[in-house]
């Protein structure tokens, strides 16, 4: 599948999960059937049905409670959520946008490591720049993820995770003309040098996307 189908299949699932809710009559408060029932219904794996209900509860369409299952929120109060579902998950347009959005993300995770003095010397940094030397690569995505997950802003987090599953990007090894770029943006980060930081993030996108 490419990428330009795999953002298409997202939305039409999250779409078969919205008429789902419609043909069941499942009313606000309520509970939705189980990641399983749903998988066997419409025909997908449960780990794409498990990313399309996050992308509606990030949208707060749905909630999840703890050990309870999945529940039907009362979104119909909450118009701007209607308004971010109609722009995120109708249309399939938007993959540009959707990159852009996540990179925007990636690069305010890398200027707030680089500007703290404790984050910028967490171990994980030395970590990930010892791995580059002795083994060559690194997983691209659990590296961002990291970045985003040591600046501390949670919701960020989730955000990205979601335009993540919506960009189609898989994890994977970061390819051999990686390595100078992130090696470069690590260090800076541990300077503390934001221009040369995201100098080099955007020198590593330059290789990343082409």
Partial sequence: MTI???????????????QLIDEERIQPGEKLPSERTLAERLAVSRSAIREALRSLELLGLIETRHGGGTFLSHFQQHQLVEVLSMFILQTNQQHDDVLATKKMHEREAILHVTSSKELRALPIWDSYFQQLELEGSIDRLQFIQELIIASGNRLSLKIWRQLLAYSGEQHDRTRDEEKRPIQTLIKAMQLGYTVEATAAYKQWGEVRFN
């Fill in 4 to 18: 330009e189908q795999q953002p298409k299949r997202f939305i039409e699932l999250v779409t078969q999960l919205r």
